[in-house]
């Protein structure tokens, strides 16, 4: 990532306790010298989870976004894939920007799909989650984005089983192996293996794969340093 020397204050709203760790390391590789804070419920995750994203969630949510914004956030990140739809929801009546970790990386497979796919064939994005309850935001963000691709591009979408249960467990060596077999049969078949949570991306690290594997904090932090330069031009 491009060191740049900004000041500002950012805001992460996390539901996985463990990534404001990651993003901290993340934000002090860009050159950014910026108060961040984070907010964590990992209620919104269990809720989303549970019963969907419903008016609960997205009421928690835009109250969430609505007390960085009046902290000072200059921008402000969230890093839950999961409840994505009710970022955007409330992202109308924030007045700072506020940014899915998700969206970056969607952009990227859709391009990196229609670039490497063979001509004469439909482009494949696999899409991987540990979770059900992401695969249907992480999705349908892809989806949004497929009117403007070049060509014609599918996403299939799966769960790793049992890799959400390996970490609730607190058995992080078992999550990561999982995901790291499944990314490998999906690199098989598809142009681009997307990662649908933050909370995966660790166990790409050490694998070396012909095919693109895309992880989403680095292209969220990425996007949450463009709008801070944005808003201090």
């Known amino acids: 990532m491009e060191r740049r020397t900004m000041t500002g204050r950012l ?3 996390h539901t996985v306790p463990a990534l404001a760790g990651t993003f901290d390391e993340l934000l002090g590789g860009s050159g950014v010298d910026a108060d961040v804070v984070h907010v964590v419920d990992a209620g919104l995750l269990r809720a989303a989870m549970d019963h969907g994203v419903d008016d609960a969630v ?3 949510v835009l109250r969430h976004l609505r007390h960085l914004a009046d902290d000072g956030a200059d921008a402000i ?4 894939s999961s409840i994505g739809e009710a970022v955007d929801a409330a992202s109308a009546h924030i ?3 506020v940014l899915r970790v998700d969206a970056p990386m969607a952009d990227e497979a859709i391009a990196i799909a ?3 796919a063979p001509e004469g ?3 494949r994005v696999a899409v991987l989650a540990t979770l059900a309850a992401t695969l249907g935001p992480t999705g349908r963000l892809l989806e949004s984005r497929l009117a403007a691709a070049p060509r014609e591009v599918q996403v299939e979408a799966s769960v790793v089983e049992g890799a959400a249960a390996a970490r609730k467990a607190g058995d992080q060596t078992t999550h990561d192996r999982l995901v790291a077999e499944a990314i490998q049969a999906a690199a098989a078949r598809a ?4 990662l649908a949570q933050a909370s995966m991306a660790g166990a790409v ?3 070396e794969l012909a095919t693109p594997v895309l992880t989403s904090p680095e292209g969220g932090v990425a996007s949450l340093v463009d709008a801070l330069a944005a808003g201090t031009r």
């Open 11 to 13: 805001g992460l709203l």
């Open 191 to 194: 142009d681009v293996v997307v």
């Open 205 to 207: 690290r050490g694998m």
């Open 77 to 80: 990140l969230v890093t839950c």
């Open 114 to 116: 229609a670039e490497r």
């Open 121 to 123: 064939r439909v482009a």
């Open 95 to 97: 007045a700072v920007p």
């Open 58 to 60: 997205r009421a928690e």
